[in-house]
């Protein structure tokens, strides 16, 4: 299985709502990532966790809070957003570098298209 | 700091050739190729390490200069399949771990 899989695929909210993305990976892998994506643009890192612990935040809004409740999950909490945070949320995980020396192929999730209305 | 990827397009009938160059102005511990079609996440190609190691994936292949801070991805006889925008990802000597800084991308259209 080399499958992360994110859920849900598209989602609409409002300015005060609160959701969550979340993301699933049975690899084995210990190094999980979230990226923004705007249209026609990279991906952007946003945060990674190793050992499901948070070891980069890349000066991300507290709107957004990550959480890794164990090895295979990743969610994304979501609060209070504004319009500009519509965009493609990526999750991805690959093996941690530690037991590989170097940072290790990626394997991404499909997304979840973020519309904030 | 993000590095620099050219052409950003290029239009190709099938059958023929091309290469997308990827070079950064800080020295390099690694360089990742990607490959993302409209709407798909981002599939990995290849990862090119430091003394210059060249790695292949059936027809695309790529090299790293690690003097020149550059890489460059060739695609030999590019099919239908190779459209997409394909992006660098480059780590960065004394960087932190896991952290990956993306081009701005590629976009490659192969034409029957």
């Known amino acids: 299985d080399t499958e992360v899989t994110q859920t849900p695929k598209h989602l609409v909210m409002g300015m005060t709502n609160k959701k969550s993305l979340k993301c699933e990976q049975h690899?084995?892998?210990?190094?999980m990532y979230w990226y923004k994506q705007k249209a026609k643009k990279p991906p952007e890192l946003m945060f990674v966790?190793?050992?499901?612990?948070?070891?980069i935040n890349e000066s991300v809004p507290s709107r957004f809070s990550p959480e890794c409740p164990n090895s295979s999950l990743l969610n994304l909490h979501l609060h209070a957003l504004q319009p500009e945070d519509s965009a493609l949320y990526l999750c991805?995980?690959?093996?941690?570098?530690?037991?590989?020396?170097?940072?290790?192929?990626?394997?991404f999730g499909q997304g979840t298209r973020l519309t904030v209305v | 700091q993000q590095p620099v990827q050219s052409p950003q397009a290029v239009i190709l009938r099938e059958g023929e050739d091309a290469v997308i160059n990827c070079s950064s102005s800080?020295?390099?511990?690694?360089v990742h190729w990607y490959r993302q079609k409209h709407g798909e996440a981002p599939v990995f190609l290849m990862i090119?390490?430091?003394?210059?190691e060249q790695k292949g994936h059936e027809k695309i292949s790529a090299s790293f200069n690690e003097k020149k801070q550059q890489s460059s991805l060739y695609l030999t006889a590019s099919q239908l399949s190779y459209s997409g925008t394909y992006f660098c990802?480059?780590?960065?000597?004394?960087?932190?771990?896991?952290?990956?800084?993306f081009g701005k991308g590629t976009l490659l259209t192969v034409n029957p």
């Open positions: 966790y190793s050992y499901e612990k948070l070891s």
């Open positions: 800080k020295a390099l511990y690694s």
């Open positions: 991805a995980s690959s093996q941690d570098r530690s037991v590989q020396g170097r940072y290790t192929e990626a394997f």
């Open positions: 690899m084995g892998h210990r190094a």
């Open positions: 990802g480059t780590e960065y000597s004394g960087g932190s771990n896991y952290k990956l800084t």
């Open positions: 090119l390490l430091k003394g210059g």
